[in-house]
């Protein structure tokens, strides 16, 4: 009975309080094969990777796993039956050692007595690191130090160290390097000639092109269409994900000849902090953007942080509006106008069992305040002004973020710092993990904050945003800055060679 199929779910429905996320959806991953998952934030992808991961129990519907049908009660029990998952969102123990984490649940022991084998796991940690991901990630330390683009290469090692048939990767490149992504599509590669399958999730879609054999399409829990990927192009997937069109608008506008009338709203001279970056040069004017490319671990998150007040410096000199300011905490940084979204929404930029209305004011308490009450009329007139303002959905500032897509929570964590009236906005990877209607709107709104006069410094991994946003690109590489470029004159290859 379908003997090439590793995979079957059929007539899956699944309801929460208030909303259909499944409706009768149905889909079969054959063996060898990637298949990819695609659609909106809030279309059911997820939904339906936790119920084959047993997170979830679908209400009604079928899961046939190579050929029997099955009910995954827990993630224990997909794992033993060979299924594994790595998550887009981290599920690692941060006081736990690298190779711990790999290993937790499947633990390498020594022969009658049953004690773990540190130096087992410890080998074969790096085994995976150094051979399969080429990270040279320390196995020894604890998670807690290492960066998000690294967690997430050891969710990676974690699921590869089952060996299983079907691996689902849910937006498993959202914090990778290019150079990271391409070892990564060499493994999938790798598992697919050994006959594994992989359910891939995905907001890139030219992700999808290169590695995926067919596409499924979910739009609000409901089946679109499953089809071969030679039958499809960029624009028919998104049509079917979206029920509308999206152009790939040229969102920069030409500024080059309008900055040089523009004040200087930043000046970074000889910026260094040992061990992770040094002698950092740039200027940044108002109405501009400027792009930060490089690999992981260049020092671009780092460098943004000692921008914002996070970081201490060494030695160097920041100068906002012509004066040279030293602020100790982003309270200073923020008071000098200058503030910062992270690239970890989740962890560093929201409350995530806090509503709307809360996190986009909480920046703001002091001006919404009387006599140390907040005025509620206020914080509700403020927040209500920024979701219209920004198509934050839903539009009830009562609703909390985590019950948000990725990219309405983005959009809130912007407006938490735009509420404060900056001048200079730090955007630290904004699209990381949104989907192509929510990086449209993103891209439009650092559109206008640019031609409001602010002045945008803009952090990304993907090559395609920086050179359809930025205005000039500034490349880094182990903690220097290696090239800038006027967009018109630079290419991805450009960039890539001074970043690599």
């Not at 149905?26 to 990637?34: A, D, I, L, Q, Y």
């Not at 697919?192 to 092109?209: A, C, D, P, T």
């Not at 040089?260 to 200027?283: A, P, T």
């Amino acid at each position: 009975m379908n003997e090439d199929k590793i995979l079957i779910m059929k007539n899956i429905i699944k309801s929460f309080p208030g909303v259909k996320a499944l409706d009768d959806v149905s889909f079969e991953v054959k063996k060898g094969e990637v298949h990819a998952l695609v659609g909106e934030n809030g279309a059911g992808k997820s939904t339906l990777i936790k119920i084959l991961s047993g997170l979830y129990k679908q209400d009604s519907g079928q899961i046939i796993y190579k050929g029997k049908e099955i009910k995954v009660n827990s993630p224990r029990q997909a794992k033993n039956l060979g299924i594994s998952t790595v998550y887009q969102e981290l599920n690692l123990c941060p006081n736990l050692t690298v190779a711990d984490n790999i290993f937790l649940g499947n633990e390498k022991s020594k022969t009658i007595f049953q004690y773990i084998d540190d130096n087992i796991q410890i080998n074969k940690s790096r085994e995976y690191f150094l051979y399969l991901l080429d990270s040279r990630i320390d196995p020894k330390i604890p998670i807690s130090h290492l960066s998000i683009a690294q967690q997430q290469i050891v969710e990676i090692a974690k699921a590869l160290s089952y060996k299983s048939e079907l691996i689902i990767m849910d937006e498993p490149t959202s914090s990778l390097s290019i150079h990271e992504t391409e070892k990564l599509f060499e493994i999938i590669h790798k598992l697919k000639n050994q006959g594994r399958s992989v359910l891939y999730i995905s907001h890139r879609l030219e992700e999808i092109f290169k590695i995926a054999d067919t596409v499924t399409i979910l739009k609000d829990g409901k089946l679109m269409g499953t089809k071969a990927l030679k039958e499809l192009d960029y624009s028919t997937i998104v049509k079917m994900m979206v029920g509308r069109e999206i152009k790939n608008k040229y969102y920069r506008t030409k500024r080059e000849e309008s900055n040089k009338k523009q004040k200087v709203l930043l000046e970074v001279k000889n910026l260094s902090k040992k061990g992770l970056f040094e002698n950092i040069n740039f200027s940044l004017n108002s109405g501009e953007i400027i792009g930060f490319s490089g690999l992981i671990g260049a020092g671009r998150t780092d460098l943004m942080k000692a921008l914002s007040g996070q970081l201490k410096i060494d030695k160097g000199k920041i100068i906002i509006k012509g004066e040279e300011k030293i602020y100790n905490s982003p309270i200073d940084a923020i008071r000098l106008g200058v503030v910062m979204t992270s690239e970890d929404r989740k962890g560093e930029s929201l409350f995530m069992n806090f509503n709307i209305r809360e996190n986009t004011t909480i920046s703001f308490l002091n001006k919404i305040s009387k006599h140390g009450y907040i005025l509620s009329s206020k914080e509700k007139e403020f927040a209500n002004n920024f979701i219209s303002k920004l198509n934050i959905k839903p539009v009830n500032s009562e609703r909390p973020v985590i019950t948000m897509s990725g990219g309405n929570q983005q959009k809130v964590a912007i407006a938490k710092w735009l509420i404060t009236e900056p001048d200079i906005l730090i955007m630290d990877e904004p699209t990381r993990g949104i989907d192509v209607g929510a990086k449209a709107e993103i891209y439009k709104l650092i559109k206008i904050l640019a031609e409001q006069g602010k002045g945008i410094i803009f952090v990304s991994s993907e090559l395609p945003e920086i050179l359809l946003l930025s205005d000039r690109i500034l490349v880094m590489n182990k903690g220097k800055l290696t090239g800038e470029f006027l967009n018109k004159d630079v290419t991805e290859e450009k960039i890539l060679e001074l970043a690599v």
